[in-house]
T-cell receptor
Framework: DGGITQSPKYLFRKEGQNVTLSCEQN?????MYWYRQDPGQGLRLIYY???????QKGDIAEGYSVSREKKESFPLTVTSAQKNPTAFYLC???????????FGDGTRLSIL | AQTVTQSQPEMSVQEAETVTLSCTYD???????LFWYKQPPSRQMILVIR??????QNATENRFSVNFQKAAKSFSLKISDSQLGDAAMYFC??????????????FGTGTRLTIIP
């Protein structure tokens, strides 16, 4: 079955450490997105990519980095510059900008 | 900047009854798309319904329908015959339909729906 796979489901980061969240899709979607969700809040866009080798900053890109070397993959790195990384991270993909986004199951990141 | 407002943080409804979740948005655009997403306790986001602004007809998907009032910038979701599996957070979302290439989905803060057996 086609879908979006995020891994790991839970992730713990030590102070000063970079961690990478994986997002893979086999839906043949061009666009991919990373969102952050904090308790009691909606989703906020971190980065998005509409095509391979191209990506744009969202509303809260500081302290995060991404790459899009393959259509299927859009990994997110949470760097040590992100001082408050504890949140639920959701990856999504879509056929195009105005098409519905399909979401993965999310990764919960916590600080040790 | 576009904003999406969901003024009801929590709602509850008796099983088999009908409930309406409200959403308003602020935009100066005439071409845009609106969505309702559902997030059950599993945390996965699931598309419920989609509405194109240029369509006057309200979108319907089985027990889910919308009341799209373009002039009032209102996009409410009606759930008929509520079921226990409808319990979730519901998010309203907006994206403008232009060709600048930098459009992004803007989400509201969500409404938590509880179904009372």
């Amino acid at each position: 079955d086609g879908g979006i796979t995020q891994s790991p489901k839970y992730l713990f980061r030590k102070e000063g450490q970079n961690v990478t969240l994986s997002c893979e899709q086999n839906l043949n979607h061009d666009a991919m997105y990373w969102y952050r969700q904090d308790p009691g809040q909606g989703l906020r866009l971190i980065y998005y990519s509409q095509i391979v080798n191209d990506f744009q900053k969202g509303d809260i890109a500081e302290g995060y980095s991404v790459s899009r070397e393959k259509k299927e993959s859009f990994p997110l790195t949470v760097t040590s510059a992100q001082k408050n990384p504890t949140a639920f991270y959701l990856c999504a993909s879509s056929l195009g900008r105005y098409q519905p986004q399909h979401f993965g199951d999310g990764t919960r990141l916590s600080i040790l | 900047a576009q904003t999406v407002t969901q003024s009801q943080p929590e709602m509850s409804v008796q099983e088999a009854e009908t409930v309406t979740l409200s959403c308003t948005y602020d935009t100066s655009e005439s071409d845009y798309y609106l969505f309702w997403y559902k997030q059950p306790p599993s945390r996965q986001m699931i598309l419920v319904i989609r509405q194109e602004a240029y369509k006057q007809q309200n979108a319907t998907e089985n027990r889910f329908s919308v009341n799209f009032q373009k002039a009032a910038k209102s996009f409410s979701l009606k759930i008929s015959d509520s079921q226990l599996g409808d319990a979730a957070m519901y998010f309203c979302a907006y994206i403008r339909g232009s060709n600048f290439g930098n459009e992004k989905l803007t989400f509201g803060t969500g409404t938590r729906l509880t179904i009372i057996p």
